[in-house]
C-alpha cells in the first residue's frame, strides 16, 4: 500500500526519487518501531513493572503461565485504573511484557484472571506482538505519507500555476484521503482475527473454556474507557480502552464481545 501510494505521487509528479524515499522512510520507522514500541506502549499506558512482593495474585498468574507454555516469563506491569483491561507487547517471546490494571484484577477470580493473562500469552506465543507492532507502525507510515502527499499537492498547485489534468488532481486527493481509512480497516481486520485467535489459545492452555467465557461477560458488563485513553495502543487491549461511539465502534480493533463468546460457545467440544 505505501509503495502504491508513493508510486502514484512519483509518477504525476515525473520524479521516482519520491517512491525511493518514501520506502526508505517506511523501512526506518518500521525499524524504530519494531525496536521501542514496546516500552513507549507501557509508558503511554501509566504501567508500572512489578515484582512478585507487589501483586502475588497477577505475577503468580502469569508465572505458572509462562511454566505451562514454555515461554520465558515476561515483565509484569501493573496499570492503576479501575477500567478492567489487560495487553502484552513487545518483538517477540524473549522481550514480551504483559499488563493488567487494578480493575480486572479486582472484578476476576483467580481462574478469570487466569484466562485472561493466557490471552495475553497466546499474544506472545503467537507472535501477534510483533504483527500488532508492524502493523501499527506501517499504518502511521500510511497517514504520514499521505498527509505529505496533501501538502505537496497544494504547494505545487500554487507553484505551478494549476499545471497539469484537473483529473489528475482529484485522483491524487482521493487517494491521500482513502489511504488512511484503508490502512485502518486493514489494521482493524488483522487485529480482530488475532483477537480471535488469542481467545481460542488461551483455552487451550488452560484447557477451561468457562475461565475465558466468563472473563468475557464480565469484561463486557464492566466495561469502561480508561484513564489513559490513546488510539495508537488501542489494538493491544484484551478489550477496547477508548470511550464508545459510533466512529469508535466502527472502526475498532476488536471483534464485538459477544460474538467472541459465541465462538468460544460453539466450540467448547473441540477444546
Known sequence: MIAAIAGIFAYFYGDVWIM????????????????IAGKAAMVMSGA????????????????????????????????????????????????AMVAATTGLIDIMDDKELTAVMAHEMSHVK????????????????????SDIAMRMMFYGNRRRDNEGSPVGYVLLLAVAILSPILAAIAQ???????????????????????????????????????????????????????????????FSTHPPIEKRIERLEHGKKTF
Open 20 to 35: 525511493v524515499g518514501v520506502l526508505i522512510v517506511a523501512i526506518i520507522y518500521a525499524l524504530i518501531q519494531y525496536f
Open 48 to 95: 508500572k513493572e512489578i515484582e512478585k512482593k507487589d501483586n502475588p495474585r497477577l505475577y503468580n498468574a502469569v508465572e505458572n503461565l509462562s511454566i505451562t507454555t514454555g515461554l520465558p516469563m515476561p515483565k509484569v506491569y501493573l496499570i492503576d485504573d479501575p477500567a478492567p483491561n489487560a495487553f502484552a507487547t513487545g518483538r517477540d517471546p524473549q522481550h
Open 126 to 145: 503467537n507472535y501477534d506482538i510483533r504483527v500488532s507492532m508492524i502493523v501499527f507502525g506501517l499504518t502511521c507510515v500510511v497517514g504520514l505519507v
Open 188 to 250: 482493524m481486520a488483522v487485529s480482530r482475527e488475532r483477537e480471535y485467535l488469542a481467545d481460542a489459545s488461551a483455552v487451550n492452555i488452560t484447557r477451561y473454556p468457562e475461565g475465558m467465557i466468563n472473563a468475557l461477560k464480565k469484561l463486557q458488563s464492566h466495561s469502561q474507557p480508561m484513564k489513559q485513553q490513546n488510539t495508537a495502543t488501542e489494538a493491544m487491549y484484551i478489550n477496547n480502552p477508548l470511550r464508545k461511539g459510533f466512529l469508535s465502534n466502527l
